[in-house]
């Protein structure tokens, strides 16, 4: 058994930050070594604990994706994810996407084809986006539609987004090296 | 209490202390969601995502092998058509990095994808236990909505199933990602063409049409014969009526779907019109 097993208290009582579980994982890149509620959500404990709130919820039922993190490289939605169970992770949030004042592509081509309406969605998006080309480098806009269908906009401005990601896909470096060109 | 078990022993351990007040937690989708919900209130959860040894696959020749823990992403790639298809059409991205084939099945639910493919394969569950092994048909493993013949000490290690020489799945939901099923359902094949058929949305739990098939059985699969079968396939399913659709659409779709994939799946049937 883990030792996060240990000292934990009994649920309904009343937990000090004393008697919270341990939790430590790579967050954008930094060590976060803080303490949790065992049944506390990662994407509250991003919100509430840590205070990125760039990461959003709306359903927290995994429909919306608007709460997407990278969990070591894969696209999750933090609002089914038990803070616990990424201890040792690597966990990715929007505010981990720009490279200090440098915007990643897939940023920059949301701005330049105005692909962002009230902006709740798009941390999710954003986030999707990035897993989506990484696993898809060239995509045509079907193959958008299909590899972002976990993603939810509802001022439903999805025609920009699309426009968005293959966009970006065009000013990702190719990794056979050069541009994409796809004809 | 949140216990994390390094190991399928020490999480058996805990299970068989703890009783009825714990749960197995595994990709988290459905039993988060009701914990935070408010839907269900846990006393201690036994997280299962330490337990690699539970989320591989095995090719065993004639048999094939999904660990519970194993992702739906994993399946979408599979040649095996029935699988890889409901594992594919299971929520969006998010959902099938996370979800589990365990938890899909170990969640009982009608609607379950995953559930209905692994049942067209004829697949039985291993479950495991202090007290030992047993593998159960899961067509014996589904008792009602959210209801299984899991013992409180048990928990679910894999699904076990013979290669089918054919397969294949059918959706209809309300939109075309991220939907609950309004009938799904898959077929398949064995070696000698004999066809396995699953439905799920159609009854209190995913169902085998065993008259349906038996009917195949006899009579051989032709496009009279599917057609046949698409009707009686629509007289077998137990459907409800709810807010996602009438009992008579699901009966209709039922049957549509049935005739649908036999179809497909006679030799030569890629190039048969849909029904």
């Known amino acids: 058994m883990s030792p996060m097993s240990s000292s934990l208290p009994p649920r309904g009582s009343q937990a000090n930050d004393d008697e919270r579980l341990p939790l430590a994982f790579a967050l954008n890149g930094e060590a976060v070594d803080t303490r949790v509620h065992p049944l506390d959500t990662l994407l509250e404990v991003l919100r509430e604990k840590l205070r990125l709130t760039g990461t959003k919820g709306a359903c927290h039922e995994g429909e919306c994706g608007s709460c997407t993190v990278l969990v070591d490289g894969v696209p999750m939605n933090s609002c089914l994810i038990l803070a616990p169970q990424v201890h040792g992770a690597e966990i990715v949030t929007v505010e981990g996407l720009a490279d200090g004042e440098t915007l990643s592509a897939v940023q920059k081509a949301f701005i330049d084809c105005g692909a962002v309406q009230c902006g709740y969605c798009t941390p999710g998006l954003l986030i999707a986006a990035k897993s989506f080309l990484e696993t898809c480098p060239n995509p045509t806009p079907e193959e958008v539609r299909q590899g972002m269908e976990g993603n939810i906009c509802r001022c439903t401005g999805y025609m920009k987004v699309i426009d968005a990601v293959v966009e970006a896909a065009k000013a990702m470096p190719n990794p056979k090296g050069g541009r994409h060109d796809r004809a | 209490m949140f216990y994390q078990p390094k190991t399928v022993e020490e999480a058996l351990e805990l299970k068989a202390r ?127 909505v959210g209801k299984t013949a899991i013992a409180v000490d048990e928990l679910i290690a894999g699904f076990r199933f013979r290669r089918p020489s054919r397969s294949a799945f059918y959706k209809n939901g309300k939109r075309n990602s991220v939907a609950i099923s309004v009938v799904c359902a898959g077929v398949s094949l064995d070696t000698d063409g004999y066809p396995a058929i699953a439905l799920g949305s159609v009854a209190s739990t995913p169902l085998r049409l065993l008259k349906t098939e038996a009917f195949l059985r006899e009579r051989g699969l032709d496009p009279e014969t599917a057609l046949e079968a698409g009707r009686l396939a629509s007289e077998e399913v137990r459907p409800i009526t709810d807010h996602r659709a009438s009992a008579e659409y699901r009966r209709a779709v039922a049957g549509v779907a049935v005739t649908r994939l036999l179809t497909q799946l006679m030799p030569g049937g890629a190039h048969v019109a849909h029904v």
């Open chain 2, 18 to 144: 703890l009783g009825t007040a714990a749960r197995f937690l595994a990709g988290g989708t459905d039993l988060v969601v009701m914990m935070k919900k408010g839907r269900l209130t846990l006393e201690d959860v036994v997280d299962l995502s330490r337990l690699s040894e539970l989320s591989g696959t095995r090719d065993e020749g004639e048999t094939l092998y999904v660990g519970a823990l194993c992702p739906h992403r994993t399946l979408e790639s599979w040649p095996i058509q029935v699988l890889a298809s409901a594992a594919r059409q299971v929520g969006g991205p998010q959902i099938r990095n996370r979800g589990t084939v365990g938890g899909n099945v170990g969640t009982a639910s009608p609607a379950g994808d995953v559930s209905v493919a692994l049942l067209a394969l004829d697949a039985s569950v291993e479950l495991i236990s202090l007290r030992g092994t047993r593998m159960l048909p899961l067509r014996e493993f589904f008792l009602g």
